[in-house]
């Protein structure tokens, strides 16, 4: 809606005439009526103030639709949203504008990341100068990414990489999207990789162990920082240097192969001992668990052994029916005493009880045999350690010639029942006469 303009009253023409010919009257100023109020409406990821800052009108200022328009346009050029209205009336006195921009945010924005690149923070603080709704997240259309890939080309200039500047949607874990700028042309295959900074640690160990799982995949360093976390972490923490971390990574051009040549800065940090360990959430079986971990104060905190200590303790709590056992290992690291304090935290889940046992692969005879020495009965406590136990001491008592090494026991835990039933499945073997009422004992 535009205001109409109240125009001045006119003063009475003189009756005196005048002899001089009359001159052209000046044509009257137009009215520009102010500004009153700006509205944001539709937005929910950016702060009004922000965008109001980039339609350009103030408050005060004088308004028309050719200003309202030019504003709309600047919010187009934002690259923020998917589409920019506007509309106006008057303003709360009558004599001025309230100016109303609808505008629909683009629902899906992405991280943005920037690969073999030069000078990526003057870049990120040129797209906030340019765009003053970036805030290192932009929308993943194809148009608003071209946008910002002809932004940064611009801006870099004569330093824009050999084959100019791509950019595309990304991914190092599934599910988790991200904008990747990257340099059209440069290799982006890891062909190498080197370490810096390492002395406790073999580079060569180092080397062996990384490329098995980083050569010949696609450089991206979000994933190559997690296939550092994932494999060369743990060799450092049997060490007990769990401060270990990853610093700057250069990737670049190697030389005579094409690829990658990654160079990773590595601080090894100090080397740490364990301190106090503690086993918590079975009260019944403490004393039996911190005995099966094995771990000492005073140890190196060789997080291989601890892995290790997690084992024996759900195998000790497994022997009580406990089969869904879990657990997880909480570290207090001390600085001062260069300590790292553990918590082993299990959390037992239900306890089972035998069901039956099912035996395949003998006849009639042999599982006459296998149920006279079988030892449990339905409703005992179910002991997982068992079944194997059971096996090792037919062979080892010659209950069955020729007993195959492929002879093995399946456990099949029932939750609804609380049983585990036992399936022995034999591979060779014929049931060997005894003595009449000879028995091994089990």
Known sequence: MILAASMPVLAQQSRKKSAAKPKAAAAAPAVQFPIEAIRIEGSNLYQEEKIVAITGLRIGEPGDPKRFEEAKDRLVKSAAFGSVAYRYEPGPSGKGFTVTFEVADLDQVYECRFEQIPAEAEIRAH????????????????????????????????????????????????????????????????????????????????QNTIHGVAVGTEFREERFR????????????????????????????????????????????????????????????????????????????????????????????QRYGFMK???????????????????????????????????????????????????????????????????????????????????RAVLTPNEKTGTVDVTLDFKGGEPQKKAPGERVPF
């Not at 500047?165 to 062909?191: C, N, T």
């Not at 194997?388 to 195959?404: A, K, M, P, T």
């Open 127 to 206: 797209l906030k100068k340019q765009f003053p709704l970036f805030e290192d997240r932009i929308p993943g259309s194809p148009a608003f990414m071209e946008t910002y890939r002809k932004a940064v080309e611009a801006f870099l200039g004569p330093r824009t990489p050999e084959g100019g500047i791509a950019v595309k949607m990304a991914s190092d874990k599934p599910g988790e999207l991200h904008v990747l700028f990257y340099s059209a042309k440069a290799p982006r295959v890891v062909a190498e990789v080197h370490f810096k900074g390492n002395d406790v640690m073999p580079g060569t160990l180092l």
């Open 226 to 317: 997690e296939l550092l976390e994932m494999g060369i972490r743990p060799l450092y923490e049997a060490r007990g240097r769990v401060q270990v971390s990853f610093g700057k990574i250069v990737a670049e051009p190697a030389r005579g192969v094409k690829g990658l040549k990654v160079t990773v800065e590595v601080d090894e940090g100090p080397s740490y001992s364990l301190g106090e360990v503690k086993v918590t959430g079975a009260d019944r079986f403490t004393v039996d668990l911190e005995k099966a971990s094995n771990l000492n104060e005073g140890d190196v905190a060789n997080f291989e052994e601890v892995r290790a200590a997690q084992d024996r303790i759900h195998a000790v709590m």
């Open 325 to 407: 056992v879990t657990s997880k290992v909480e570290r207090h690291i001390d600085e001062r005493r260069k300590l790292v304090n553990l918590r082993i935290n299990v959390t037992p889940g239900p306890a089972f009880v035998f069901g039956k046992l099912i035996i395949k692969g003998i006849d009639i005879h042999g599982e006459h045999e296998v149920n006279r020495h079988w030892g449990k009965k339905p409703g005992d406590p179910f002991d997982a350690s068992y079944p194997d136990h059971f096996i090792n001491r037919l062979r080892e008592e010659n209950i069955f010639e020729n007993l195959g090494e492929k002879t």
